[in-house]
């Protein structure tokens, strides 16, 4: 099952690679105004996860410059846990006035991300 797993995960990677969408080009000023908005945003993430993929070419789409951590990583699968109260990908970090969001579900987040920057 494993190598199931990883031949699905590279053939997603090598597709996402093939057909990634072009990259939103901004003008330097509002480029740099959605530089500073993001950031207090982190997305977790396992590499080869299409659903991880999926949200990954909706920022690339949006020109979003978005930390992403890999949450198969111990220390920060622990902190998705602990402080997000679960272990599932992707999850976008929100901090706004000193308060932090777990967001789950990709289409929750790209739903977010849509409205908050579209």
Known sequence: MNALRWIVGRLIL?????????????????????????????????????????????????????????AKQAEHKAELAKMGGKVQVPCLRIEENNQVQWLYESNSIIQYLEQRFA
């Open 14 to 70: 090598i597709l996402n690679a093939i057909f990634a969408p072009k990259k939103a080009q901004h003008p330097a000023e509002h480029q740099a105004w959605l530089d500073q908005q993001t950031k207090t945003l982190a997305l977790y993430e396992y590499e080869a996860c299409p659903f991880c993929v999926k949200v990954r070419r909706t920022l690339r789409r949006q020109g979003l410059n978005i930390q992403t951590i890999n």
